[in-house]
């Protein structure tokens, strides 16, 4: 398999614009990339108004639209936010959200941006791209005719140059240190609802030299039980090379509880692409959370957190000393930024999370 390293050095793999059965939708030289870390700096954040009654309930949808406020006013304290709204809701989204945040009109399904946006890549030659993959409603599950124009979107907002790719994946299954290392579910990936046929060695022949990999450390996830047939992000997630967040179910009686107890086995002895040991951080999952908007669907997790500049943006659920645990630990990986906890409820009854709902624009580091 081709490395990260001998990716830099041999440009001959890559010629006329073709980067291992992916195409740039505007050839250039010969480049490679790299997927940087999120806790890398960030030119902006990128999110989405765009919860409908048709999919979230007429009860749901206005404390969902409240969450996406509450996510974007405090990401806004540390970086700019663009929202994507429909025309339509324009007005409204101007009113409910302010002046900090920038809205940008766009066609929408949902609010989901992490799955349905673009994953940013750098090059060697200090180039900035982004990566359509075509999203399909997480294996045609719910509509996506609309959201699946969102990558291109926002990649033309951000002046970047689109790489096109066979593969169908979401953001939220893909988690990467920025030097050569990702951690991916394959209950998600290796999907016949996403890539029928796709092995998983040909699945990382392609997606390893668009992202810069040399490793992935692959957990099983699990298939069937939410939407996105267990998206990497719900469950283990990197702090910095070497150190990985890795959420625990401690309930026997809850269906991802075994799954959690293999995850954490694995990354407990995995090496990432330097041969290192990883530290593994648990966060576990709450016991309790506040009964309000609770249903079946509830994402009662900590992994989902985003990072953004100076800060780490976590969920809360009223179980105090769980909450306390979550915010100690994201201290213990984040020394040098300020935790702060909301309440996204709302989110959380459909499925979701902070990170979910935001979707990073990497800012571009100048190269010699």
């Known amino acids: 398999m081709v490395t990260r390293r001998q990716l830099l050095q041999n440009t001959a793999l890559f010629t006329g614009g073709l980067i291992m ?32 009654e048709q999919i979230w309930g007429r009860q749901l949808l206005p404390e969902v639209r409240r969450n996406l406020v509450t996510i974007a006013q405090t990401i806004a304290q540390y970086e700019p936010v663009s929202m994507l709204v429909r025309a339509e809701e324009y007005d409204l989204a101007k009113n409910l959200l302010g002046a900090s945040i920038e809205l940008v009109v766009s066609p929408l399904d949902d609010l989901w941006i992490r799955d349905t946006g673009p994953l940013f890549v750098w ?32 990649a033309g907002q951000a002046e970047a140059e689109v790489i096109n790719t066979s593969l ?4 939220g299954c893909i988690e990467v240190d920025g030097h050569g290392t990702a951690i991916i579910t394959e209950s998600c990936v290796l999907n016949e609802n996403r890539n029928p046929g796709v092995s998983k060695a040909q699945f990382e022949d392609l997606l390893m030299p668009l992202l810069g990999l040399e490793k992935i450390i692959w957990l099983p996830g699990i298939k069937g039980y939410d939407i996105t047939d267990g998206h990497t992000d719900f469950y283990a997630r990197f702090a910095s090379p070497g150190v990985v967040l890795a959420g625990y179910e401690p309930n026997p009686e809850y269906f991802d509880h075994e799954v959690t107890k293999q995850h954490l086995e694995i990354l407990q002895t995995a090496t990432d692409a330097q041969g290192q040991s990883l530290e593994v951080i648990v966060l576990e999952a709450p016991g309790t959370i506040r009964s309000t908007y609770e249903t079946e669907d509830f994402a009662a997790g900590y992994i989902g957190f985003y990072a953004c500049n100076g800060a780490i943006i976590m969920q809360d659920f009223g179980d105090g000393p769980a909450d306390q645990a979550a915010q100690q630990a994201l201290q213990q990986a984040f020394l040098d930024r300020e935790i702060v906890a909301i309440n996204i409820d709302g989110i959380a009854a459909g499925g979701g999370s902070i990170h979910c709902a935001t979707q990073q624009e990497p800012m571009l580091v100048a190269t010699p």
């Open 21 to 52: 059965g992916c195409t740039n939708s505007n050839p250039n030289p010969a480049r490679t990339w790299v997927m940087p870390d999120e806790a890398m700096p960030h030119q902006r954040t990128w999110m989405a108004f765009g919860a409908s």
């Open 123 to 154: 090059s060697d030659q200090g180039k900035k791209a982004a990566i359509n993959f075509n999203f399909n409603g997480w294996g045609q599950k719910q509509v996506f005719a609309q959201d699946a124009t969102v990558a291109e979107l926002v």
């Open 168 to 171: 169908v994946l979401e953001g």
